[in-house]
C-alpha cells in the first residue's frame, strides 16, 4: 500500500504555512507507527499498516493546514508503487466527493 502526499509551496506561502514542518508533522505519525518512508512524501506500508493509512486519510484533511496546501495526494491500498496506476486513487478528489455525500445527507435529514 502506498500514500502519496504532494504538498505546494506556493499554497503554503501563501497560507504562511511552513511546509516542511508539515512534511515532518506526516513523516512523524507514518514513522511512529512503523510505516516506511519511500522518497519525500510517499509512505510504503504492507497489509497490516491498513488502519494507519485509513487513519491518515479521515485526519488530514481535519487539520488546520492540509487542505489549505495540499496540491496532490493519492492512496493505493493495493499496489505499493507510484507505478501501479491500476490501484492508484486520488484520495484528495474522494475526500471532497465523500464531503459532499455526506453534505447532501445531512441536508436531506434536516428538511424531513
Known amino acids: 500500500m502506498l500514500m502519496e502526499i504532494y504538498l505546494s509551496e506556493e499554497k503554503a506561502k501563501k497560507n504562511n504555512i511552513n511546509l ?15 510505516v516506511k518512508i519511500k522518497s519525500p512524501g510517499v509512505y510504503q506500508g504492507v497489509k497490516k499498516d491498513f488502519g494507519t493509512f485509513v487513519t491518515a486519510q479521515g485526519q488530514l484533511p481535519q487539520t488546520n493546514w492540509f487542505l489549505k496546501i495540499i496540491d496532490q495526494w493519492y492512496i493505493s491500498y493495493f499496489g505499493d508503487t507510484p507505478d501501479s496506476p491500476e490501484y492508484r486513487e486520488d484520495a484528495l478528489k474522494t475526500y471532497y466527493t465523500v464531503k459532499a455525500q455526506v453534505n447532501r445527507y445531512v441536508r436531506k435529514q434536516k428538511s424531513n
Open 20 to 34: 516542511e514542518e508539515c512534511y515532518q508533522k506526516i513523516d512523524n505519525y507514518f514513522l511512529k507507527h512503523g
